[in-house]
Structures are given as structure tokens and as C-alpha cells.
């Protein structure tokens, strides 16, 4: 799913809003790059993977669901149109940040 998530760590790390996809751990897999990720246990069970090079987040790994979640630009779309949000997710989250007016499904945290 492609969602744009309001949650804390999406606002302080990218300044907003994060535009993310999230995916369950059996359906994601990487063509290259792997073993380029520095892991870090941002808390117990939740591990958050950047670029060794650029420092750049690559994805992170959420208890209790074991989803996968990336930023969406990072996705390289093999075959099928791009994947865009459908949904606001952890809008209770959100700071003082306004309300979204895209029309867009909003959920204060995980949808049903």
C-alpha cells in the first residue's frame, strides 16, 4: 500500500508528511545494493536501514506487523504504473500539522 503517514519519526525525518510504501517482509525484495545497509534497532524490534554511503533512509522494519516501510521515490516500479498514495495514515499523530483536504481515506493510525 502507498500511503502518506503523518507518525512522528515521517515528520521529524523528512520535515512533513512521509510519502512511503508499506509492504508485508515476504514481499519485498532488493536487486542489489543489500549489503551497502547500515541497521540500526531505533527501538526494540524496529529497525531502521540507511545507505552506508549517502546516510540516506532506505527502509525500516515495524513490529508488531513485520511491515516493511520505504520511501516511495525509492521504489524502482519493474513493470505497472507508479504507485501513488491512497490513503493518510497516523493522521492522530500529526502535530500541529493541518488536517489533509485531498479527499484522500484518513485513519489515525493502521487501517483496519
Known amino acids: 500500500m ?3 503517514c503523518h507518525c512522528t519519526s515521517c515528520r521529524v525525518y523528512g520535515g512533513g508528511a512521509g510519502t512511503v510504501a508499506a509492504f508485508p517482509v515476504e514481499q519485498l ?3 542489489k545494493g543489500q549489503d ?3 541497521v540500526y534497532e531505533q527501538v526494540p524490534g524496529k529497525l531502521r536501514m540507511s545507505c552506508k554511503t ?3 533512509w532506505v ?3 515495524l513490529p508488531p506487523n513485520n511491515l516493511q ?3 516511495l521515490a525509492s521504489l524502482a516500479v519493474v513493470s505497472g504504473p507508479l504507485l501513488k498514495p ?3 495514515i ?3 499523530d500529526r502535530g500541529n500539522m493541518d488536517l489533509p483536504t485531498d479527499g484522500l481515506p484518513q485513519h489515525e493510525g493502521w487501517p483496519a
Open 29 to 31: 525484495t532488493y536487486s
Open 86 to 88: 491512497t490513503m493518510h
Open 54 to 56: 549517502c546516510g540516506s
Open 59 to 61: 527502509q525500516n522494519t
Open 90 to 92: 497516523w493522521v492522530g
Open 69 to 71: 516501510i520505504i520511501p
Open 2 to 4: 502507498a500511503v502518506f
Open 36 to 38: 551497502n545497509l547500515i
